[in-house]
C-alpha cells in the first residue's frame, strides 16, 4: 500500500514513557568518554522485555541492550559519547521490544573539541575547508636558511642522550659540531623527505625542517629521489629496517624502517598541505603513495620522542610552526585526498524498528495497529520516497518525505485481515539511503473468526518468550520458546522477502522450555526472521546466517 498523507486512526494507548526523550551531551574535549542516562518507565501493570537497544555511529553505544523491566517500575540505560574528532555528531538510539509497546526513539547528539589552539579554526571543518584551515596555520614560518636550520636540527632539536640517530638505519654518532657530524668517519647529512630537486632546491621548502630529518649519507643516498612504499622480495639494499626494491607493481620503491613510516607520512602530508604537489612527486612513476602514508599514520602513531621533536620545531628560536599532523593525526581522516580537490561525502543512511511485526489474532474485519519508526542516522536527510506493503491485509499510515539527519518519523502500521488464516508480506520503504535503497521489514498475522483481537483472556501466554543462540550463526543455531503455560506452538522461519524457508514445530507443548535446532547449511548467508505463534500471541527474532 501507498503511504497515507494522513493519520487516520490510533494506536492503543501506552502507558511506556522514555525520559528524556533526547539525549543532547555538552560541548566535551576528545580526552573524554562522556555519559548520558535515560530511563525507560513502564507504568503498566505487566512486566515489558526490552530485545535490542542500538545506537548507529560510532560516536555512540548503549551497554545494556536487553533486559526486562517489572510492571510499576523503571530501569536506567547509559548512553556513551567518544570521538577523537573536533566535531559534531547527531544520531538516533532506537528501543526495540517484545510484545505490543514500543519501539521508542531517542535523538542524541553531542560536540567534541581538542582543548587547544586548533578547535579556533579546524572545529566541524573537513575536505577542502580543513586543508586551508591547516595550511593557513603553518604558512610563514621562521626561516632559517639551509645552513641555520642544519645547525639547529643536528645540534639541538634532533639529539638525544647527546647523540644523533640516523631516521633510516638507527645509527648513532655522538653530537659535535655539524661539520665534523657531516664528515668522515660520521658521514652523516641531510634528508629531505620530499626531494628537493623537485622545487629546484628553493626556499623556503629547502629549509623546511618539518620535512628534513639526520641521515646515515649512504642511506641518504639509497633513498635518492625514490617515491615510498612497500617493499616485496629481496631488496637490493638493506640496512636497520629500510630497503630499497621493487613494490606489488614492479616499481623501484624506498621503504623506510617501521619506526620511522608514520613520522614520515605525517612530513609528506604536511609538506603537500604547506606547498604543493610539487614534480608531481605524490603519485611519482604512478605509485600510489598517499594509500601509503595513510596506513603509515595509522600504524606508526606518534611517538613521545615525535611529539617532543614537534614542540622544539615549534619553538620560536626554531621554525614557529607545528605540523599539525603530529598534534592530531586523525584529521588525514577528515580529508578525501590531499593531491586534488577533498570533497566531502555526506551519506543519508536509513534505521527502522522494529526490525519485524507480528500481529496478534485479529477478528476478520477489525484492525490490530503497531508502532514503526524510521531513522535518518547518516550524515546527510534522509528522503522517504515511498512505502508500500506485498500484501494488502498491511497498510501504513503516515507522511514520506524528508527526515532531517538526526531525526525521525513515526508511523502506524495496521492489520486488516479478510479472511481466517495466517497471513504473510513485507513493508517495502524506498529512500535514497546511500547503501541500501529498498528497506524490507517482515510482517505477519493471523486472521481470525472471533471478535476482537485475540489473546487478552490468557495473560499467562503474554510471558512467552523465544531465544536464539548463538546468533550470528553457521550453520545451526538452537532455538529456545520458553512457555508459561500448556500451548499450541507454529515455529516457522521466513526469509527478508516474508517467504516461509522451514517449519519447525507446528503442535501442542507443555509449560516449561523447549529447543529446537534449525540447521541452515542449505541457506544461503543473510537474514531471516523466526515467527513463533504460541496460542494467540506472535513473537518473533531476527536470525543472522554468516557462512
Known amino acids: 500500500m501507498v503511504v497515507v498523507a494522513n493519520l487516520v486512526g490510533t494506536l492503543p494507548a501506552q502507558s511506556v514513557r522514555i525520559t528524556p526523550g533526547s539525549v543532547a551531551f555538552p560541548s566535551s574535549q576528545v580526552t573524554n568518554v562522556d555519559s548520558a542516562a535515560i530511563w525507560i518507565v ?322 476478520i474485519g477489525d484492525t490490530a495497529r503497531r508502532t514503526m519508526i524510521i531513522a535518518s542516522v547518516g550524515s546527510a536527510s534522509l528522503n522517504v520516497t515511498s512505502i508500500n506493503t506485498t500484501n494488502a491485509a498491511f497498510r501504513i499510515i503516515g507522511p514520506a518525505g524528508s527526515i532531517a539527519q538526526g531525526a525521525y518519523q513515526s508511523y502506524v502500521a495496521e492489520f486488516i485481515p479478510t479472511a481466517a488464516g495466517t497471513v504473510n508480506g513485507s513493508i517495502q520503504i524506498s529512500s535514497n539511503d546511500g547503501t541500501v535503497l529498498t528497506t524490507t521489514m517482515p510482517v505477519n498475522g493471523t486472521g481470525s473468526t472471533s471478535t476482537g483481537v485475540e489473546g487478552r483472556d490468557a495473560p499467562e501466554i503474554e510471558r512467552a518468550s523465544v531465544s536464539i543462540f548463538p546468533n550470528p550463526f553457521n550453520p545451526e543455531t538452537v532455538i529456545s520458546v520458553q512457555l508459561p503455560a500448556a500451548s499450541n506452538v507454529d515455529l516457522r522461519v521466513f526469509d527478508l522477502l516474508g517467504r516461509e524457508v522451514a517449519v519447525l514445530v507446528n503442535e501442542e507443548r507443555g509449560a516449561g522450555v523447549f529447543q529446537v535446532v534449525w540447521d541452515a547449511s542449505q541457506y544461503p548467508s543473510g537474514v531471516y526472521f523466526c515467527r513463533a505463534q504460541v496460542g494467540t500471541r506472535l513473537l518473533s527474532k531476527k536470525l543472522v546466517l554468516q557462512k
Open 42 to 363: 513502564n507504568e503498566t501493570p505487566s512486566p515489558i522485555t526490552i530485545a535490542d537497544i542500538n545506537a548507529h555511529t560510532p560516536q555512540f553505544s548503549v551497554r545494556d541492550t536487553s533486559f526486562a523491566v517489572p510492571a510499576s517500575d523503571s530501569h536506567r540505560v547509559w548512553i556513551r559519547f567518544s570521538s577523537t574528532q573536533n566535531m559534531t555528531y547527531h544520531d538516533v538510539v532506537l528501543i526495540h521490544t517484545v510484545g505490543a509497546e514500543g519501539p521508542w526513539a531517542v535523538p542524541v547528539s553531542g560536540s567534541k573539541v581538542y582543548g587547544d589552539s586548533y578547535d579556533a579554526t579546524t572545529q566541524n571543518a573537513s575536505g577542502e575547508a580543513l586543508k586551508t584551515a591547516l595550511r593557513n596555520l603553518v604558512v610563514n614560518h621562521t626561516n632559517r636558511g639551509y645552513n641555520g636550520i642544519r645547525d639547529l636540527m643536528f645540534l639541538n632539536v634532533d639529539p638525544v642522550g647527546g647523540q644523533l640517530e640516523c631516521v633510516y638505519t638507527g645509527r648513532k654518532i655522538p653530537v659535535t659540531d655539524r661539520t665534523t657530524m657531516q664528515n668522515s668517519p660520521n658521514n652523516f647529512n641531510t634528508e629531505h623527505t620530499w626531494p628537493q630537486s623537485t622545487f629546484d632546491e628553493q626556499e623556503p621548502e629547502k629549509a623546511d625542517i618539518n620535512h628534513l630529518y639526520p641521515t646515515d649519507a649512504t642511506a641518504n643516498s639509497q633513498r635518492g629521489s625514490y617515491p615510498f612504499g612497500v617493499v616485496v622480495g629481496t631488496p637490493s639494499w638493506s640496512v636497520g629496517g629500510s630497503k630499497l626494491g621493487v613494490d606489488a607493481g614492479g616499481r623501484t620503491v624506498f621503504e623506510p624502517r617501521d619506526v620511522h613510516k608514520g613520522d614520515l607520512a605525517r612530513a609528506m602530508f604536511y609538506f603537500i598541505i604547506r606547498y604543493q604537489n610539487w614534480g608531481a612527486f605524490w603519485t611519482d612513476a604512478g605509485v600510489n603513495q598517499e594509500a601509503t602514508f595513510r596506513a603509515w599514520n595509522v600504524s606508526d602513531p606518534p611517538s613521545a620522542k615525535e611529539l617532543d621533536r614537534n614542540s622544539k620545531v615549534g619553538a620560536t628560536t626554531v621554525q614557529g610552526k607545528r605540523n599539525p599532523f603530529i598534534d592530531h593525526p586523525e584529521f588525514v581522516e577528515r580529508i578525501s585526498r590531499f593531491d586534488g580537490t577533498a570533497t566531502v561525502t555526506t551519506i543519508p543512511r536509513i534505521a527502522v524498528a522494529p526490525e519485524s511485526i507480528s500481529f496478534p489474532a485479529t477478528a
